[in-house]
């Protein structure tokens, strides 16, 4: 667990700068900002990043994320971010560039914004995105998705991946689902959302159950929430 404020020059995090082991079950709450690749919680990440949550306010020049800057041959699964996240290239509320490597099982909730390629969970994409949402605002120049702001052709992928078109303010289309409030909070299910996602209560299918939902709001305002991360 980091709490203090971070800032500096290439791979900052807000607890590690570049990841090429194993981190578990580690969270980050302080504000991060530099130039480079900037993650609320790794810098840059080669390795595995699972059950990890950062809070923090994160800004900067250049691959900017609420979780970690920059994916490169590695993995992120069953985290989250909800700090506002702000800077000029591949910015993500998440993640801001990932590059062949998978990102599973994860949401964004923080205020996206920057001048190119902006997504309220990833800025730009070239690995494999799945089971994943975002809600928070998303602003910038183009290219620019609810979800993902770009998702290259021949090099990135979403699997079931969703955003809500009311809160991020966006409506593009072949980079994740947009919904709307009531249907990301299931209390409208008139639309099929979060198709072959792993919900606790559901028949058992020989996996543990990664995500829950409390339909009263009590619980993440209503929203999916990571059944061990939250």
Same mark, same amino acid.
């Given at each position: 667990h980091a709490t203090g404020s971070v800032s500096g020059n290439n791979n900052v995090g807000g607890l590690i700068? @570049?990841?090429g082991g194993i981190v578990n079950d580690c969270h980050a709450t302080g504000s991060v900002s530099g130039s480079g690749s900037i993650g609320g919680l790794v810098g840059i990440n080669g390795g595995t990043v699972s059950d990890c949550h950062a809070t923090g306010e994160i800004s900067?020049?250049?691959k900017v994320g609420g979780l970690v800057g920059?994916?490169?041959s590695g993995t992120v699964s069953g985290c989250y971010a909800t700090g506002a996240v702000s800077g000029t290239d591949?910015?993500?509320g998440l993640v801001g560039f990932i590059y062949e490597s998978v990102v599973r099982?994860?949401?964004a909730t923080g205020t996206v914004s920057g001048t190119d390629?902006?997504?309220g969970l990833v800025g730009r994409n070239m690995g @494999?995105?799945?089971f994943c949402y975002a809600i928070g605002d998303v602003s910038g120049s183009d290219p620019v998705g609810g979800l993902v702001g770009e998702n290259t052709v021949d090099a990135g992928t979403v699997d079931s991946g969703y955003y809500n078109t009311e809160t991020t303010g966006q409506g593009d289309t072949g980079k994740g689902e947009g919904r709307t409030t009531a249907q990301m909070k299931l209390t409208d299910t008139s639309v099929a959302t979060y198709s072959g996602w792993d919900f606790a209560g559901e028949t058992d299918n020989g996996t543990e159950d990664t995500w829950s939902i409390d339909t009263s709001g009590a619980?993440?305002?209503?929203?999916p929430y990571l059944t061990d991360n939250h």
């Open positions: 700068g @570049a990841n900067g020049a250049g920059i994916i490169d591949e910015i993500g099982d994860c949401y390629t902006i997504g @494999a995105v799945s619980i993440n305002s209503g929203y």
